[in-house]
């Protein structure tokens, strides 16, 4: 079984921009869990979804979005690129999100870096 | 609010040696808990995890935490560390839905020949 995959690997984009990340999860599961990783600030969660809908967020600005497809697949997005949201963003995929019940599997991550 | 806090941003020790990775949680319920792994370059790889089933819980490649709510710990060890242990290992504690993780900061555990 293929395990979540993340697209692109490495961005590299200029203040100011716009970025779009995709996350396929594994198949058959409906939740996609996103993270930021930075050596300042660590692992910090984004946001989840589950059947299209986002069921929880973290603590992010307003210019941290997500989507969820009927496919499952997820993308996010950071509008207005700041030099901070230089980060490894993470993208993790469970059954159905419930962290204590199931597995959250990882993917790779995605690396931008904001020039 | 769920908290994590990891002793040591940086672990060294030899191989063979017994491996010990501290984690401490803050929590008003009980908590479940979360040791994962990232090797250089990847995601992260979950080890183990603590849901009140047993409070000595064993993991993948050799791993064990225990779980002491006395204390409010969940230390993480390894009898003999091997080289492929070389990586940065994250504590963590979901939230009461069970659909969010907070990190520890994360500790670095270097394996020397």
């Known amino acids: 079984k293929a395990g979540v995959t993340q697209t692109p690997r490495y961005l590299i984009k200029t203040r100011g921009q716009q970025v779009t990340l995709s996350c396929s999860p594994i198949?058959?599961?409906?939740?996609v869990s996103w993270y930021q990783q930075t050596p300042g600030q660590g692992l910090q969660f984004l946001f989840e979804?589950?059947?299209?809908?986002?069921?929880n967020k973290g603590n992010f600005p307003g210019r941290f979005s997500g989507r969820q497809f009927s496919n499952s697949r997820s993308e996010m997005n950071v509008s207005t690129l700041e030099l901070g949201d230089s980060a490894l963003y993470l993208c993790?995929?469970?059954?159905?999100?419930?962290?204590?019940?199931?597995?959250?599997?990882f993917g790779p991550g995605t690396r931008l870096t904001v020039l | 609010a769920q908290s994590v806090t990891q002793l040591g941003s940086h672990v060294s020790v030899s191989e063979g040696a017994l491996v010990l990775l501290r984690c401490n949680y803050s929590?008003?319920?009980?908590?479940?808990l979360f040791w994962y792994v990232q090797y250089p370059n990847q995601g992260l790889q979950l080890l183990l995890k603590y849901t009140s089933a047993a409070t000595l819980v064993k993991g993948i490649n050799g791993f064990e935490a225990e779980f002491k709510k006395s204390e409010t710990s969940f230390h993480l060890t390894k009898p003999s560390a091997h080289m492929s242990d070389a990586a940065e290992y994250f504590c963590a504690v979901s939230n009461n839905a069970g659909n969010m993780l907070t990190f520890g900061g994360g500790t670095r555990l270097m394996v020397k020949p």
């Open positions: 198949s058959g599961h409906r939740s």
């Open positions: 993790a995929s469970s059954l159905s999100g419930g962290v204590s019940t199931d597995t959250q599997y």
């Open positions: 929590s008003s319920v009980p908590p479940y």
């Open positions: 979804y589950f059947s299209e809908t986002q069921r």
